[in-house]
């Protein structure tokens, strides 16, 4: 967030991010290059496309019923402090790259909608989504997207969602709302185009800080078999309750977010026509294009404790006296409240120049901006940083398709951030329609660590005595898909310097040295019948060097699946969903601060994450229905009571049973 929108590229270096990308079927992709696609038969036949706002290519929507992960913002590698719509941490290394300033509160990025998700829809009637899922413990999802053209030329799109789980455990409550508008309109003679989106993010998570002791978890008749019993380290003096109509923030986190972003672009280029039996049809080819986007967006990130615990507050944040500003105990007896408020101005000027005006997939661009920041806090402006920086990039997706080429490069040369800088470089190759493709690439971040990390921001942060130096961050990357063996094989290198991160509740700390980390991936499909087949995604990781980083050595996804086209509308996939990953020592989690920090004296070994699910579509309806943490089950006396752990003191539900529809609508 808080920067003028980075090349799609930059957003996904190496296609192997998302994992389970065999599974999904053959329509959304997500990256803005070559890929390999073979035929879903559970895929949607809705021939509705769209484009992202620095894409030039269209996708079409995956709906795939293999993978549920796709309908919702958890994803299968990522931990989360207890249910859906709590802060969340990925399993697989995944470093902050992004040059100049970053807040720095990333615990609820996962359930937010950005300006890079937006979609810009061409369809030729109306489409409508609705998506409701209702689950153990009153938990509620909500999605509604709506698109259509107003004309040929001008579309406009609607998407609500809203996350509530009022959680098992007492201060555990979650309540998401995310509200996006967007439209795009180009004129008649095809020169002049507009693009607009407005979103607007409000995540509420209540906070409890753990269970006071994981003993609790073994009470299986008693009064603590029921979890709203267990007591809790924080907010243990406010009135809690389960009606899932109760939003009221009682101790927690509420991150709300704005976004309006302005483009456009006017071309100079040649006109043409295409003459049929019937009609004459306009074209346009584009040689030189000029582009002005205009964002303004405001960030708040609150914490507040209405009841709080002093002795808590005194433990683990040093409340009263140095080193923070000090609190007497009689001045967090009320309400404790932590805030601060960004407001941001982007204007940047783009040129574009296409070389050979028959291949639009091919394009240099070159621009500038200047971008203006304020913060405030307690009821005053504490800091005005200003940036100037400059970006270009290259794109060329030749005519035969065989080869792909993204660069993309930005320098801050002036202001707050001065110095920072990203490149990145990525070529694929189309070795053959059998064979399958490669693609390698580069990047390099020179970043400055998080405005949260090293300065005053009215949070009980603790900067380095020392100030903080650049984070330096270079990544290769390699990924080899083989669509006969339905595979994907890839891997990623980090090499990383003055790595910068929180090494308690409250101190930020910096890795004076250099480490490195291995990541080796893979994703196959294996089909062992005419009916049944077994997704596999894997993944090795291996740090090297004094590193504050915690992650598991190996994380594995596996799904047993049973799945075909029955009675000629019903398709179903029904089987088991697991993921797995070796012990490790898991990050502990600072609520005031929202932000994960490393501990290792408590080491995890959970058992592998089960689900049984049963999928299914007739035309445009779809259901599902699942349970989920089967492996909670003890045998002596069959409770579902043996939890795995997120974090220290931070237990996963037991038992949960969901139920799902999803309906599309074409008018």
Do not use: C
């Not at 209540?206 to 009064?223: H, L, P, R």
């Not at 456009?264 to 030189?288: A, E, H, N, W």
């Amino acid at each position: 967030m808080g920067m003028a929108v980075p090349a799609l590229s930059q957003r996904l270096p190496g296609r192997l991010g998302n994992f389970g990308g065999l599974g999904r079927g053959g329509g959304g992709g997500g990256g803005d290059s070559l890929k390999f696609e073979h035929r879903d038969p559970f895929s949607d036949s809705v021939s509705i496309r769209f484009k992202y706002l620095d894409s030039v290519r269209s996708f079409t929507f995956d709906s795939s019923l293999i993978d549920y992960y796709i309908k919702i913002p958890l994803k299968s590698e990522y931990i989360y402090l207890g249910n859906n719509g709590t802060a969340v941490k990925p399993l697989i290394f995944t470093p902050l790259t992004k040059p100049g300033w970053d807040p720095g509160f990333h615990a609820y990025d996962a359930y937010a909608f950005n300006i890079e998700n937006t979609r810009f829809y061409n369809t030729t009637r109306p489409f409508t989504e609705l998506d409701y899922q209702i689950g153990s413990g009153s938990e509620q999802f909500i999605n509604v997207v709506h698109t259509q053209n107003v004309k040929p030329n001008w579309n406009f799109a609607f998407q609500f969602r809203m996350i509530n789980v009022p959680g098992f455990f007492k201060s555990q409550n979650t309540n998401h709302s995310n509200l996006r508008f967007n439209t795009n309109y180009q004129s008649p003679n095809k020169r002049y185009n507009i693009y607009l989106i407005t979103l607007r993010n409000s995540l509420q998570s209540a906070e409890n800080g753990g269970i006071k002791n994981d003993s609790f978890m073994t009470d299986k008749t008693g009064v603590y078999y029921d979890r709203f019993n267990i007591p809790i380290n924080i907010a243990s003096q406010a009135s809690y309750s389960r009606d899932f109509f109760n939003t009221t923030l009682k101790t927690g986190n509420k991150y709300t977010n704005f976004n309006l972003l302005i483009r456009q672009q006017y071309d100079f280029g040649k006109k043409d026509s295409l003459v049929t039996d019937s009609s004459v049809i306009k074209l346009f080819y584009p040689r030189f294009r000029l582009e002005h986007t205009l964002q303004y967006n405001t960030y708040k990130f609150l914490f507040q404790d209405v009841a709080p615990d002093t002795a808590f507050y005194i433990k683990n944040y040093k409340l009263y006296g140095s080193p923070v500003p000090p609190l007497a105990p009689a001045d967090i007896k009320d309400t404790l409240q932590f805030s601060n408020t960004w407001s941001e101005i982007i204007n940047d000027f783009s040129v574009y120049q296409f070389p050979d005006i028959k291949n639009q997939q091919q394009f240099l661009k070159v621009g500038a901006s200047i971008q203006n920041l304020a913060v405030l806090w307690n009821d005053s402006v504490r800091d005005r940083p200003l940036n100037i920086f400059l970006h270009g990039e290259y794109r060329n997706r030749t005519k035969n398709k065989k080869w792909d080429i993204e660069a993309y490069g930005q320098f801050y040369a002036a202001g707050f951030n001065a110095g920072d800088y990203n490149a990145y470089i990525s070529l694929q190759r189309l070795i053959s329609n059998k064979v399958g493709s490669l693609q390698v690439g580069f990047q390099n971040s020179n970043r400055t660590p998080s405005y949260l990390m090293r300065n005053a921001t009215g949070f009980p942060v603790v900067t380095p005595p020392g100030g903080t130096d650049k984070e330096n961050i270079t990544q290769l990357f390699g990924t080899l898909q083989l669509p006969l063996l339905k595979a994907e094989l890839g891997a990623h290198y980090y090499l990383i310097g003055n790595y910068t991160y929180f090494k308690n509740f409250y101190e930020a700390e910096q890795q004076s040295g250099v480490f490195n980390i291995l990541q080796v991936r893979g994703s196959k499909d294996f089909r062992i019948s005419n009916h049944w087949h077994w997704y596999l995604d894997i993944v090795l990781q291996q740090k090297a060097g004094n590193s504050p980083v915690n992650i598991p050595l190996l994380y594995t996804r596996n799904r047993l699946v049973f799945q075909g086209r029955f009675f000629k509308n019903l398709n179903i996939a029904t089987g088991l969903d697991s993921r797995y990953y070796t012990a490790y020592t898991p990050d502990n989690y600072s609520p005031v601060t929202g932000q994960f920090f490393p501990q290792d004296s408590i080491k995890f070994s959970n058992l592998p994450d089960i689900a049984a699910f049963v999928h299914f579509r007739i035309r445009s309806f779809s259901a599902f229905v699942r349970l989920e943490n089967l492996n909670t089950i003890d045998f002596n006396g069959f409770t579902f009571t043996n939890n795995n752990f997120a974090a220290p003191l931070y237990p996963y539900q037991g038992l949960l049973f969901k139920v799902g529809i999803f309906w599309n609508f074409v008018n």
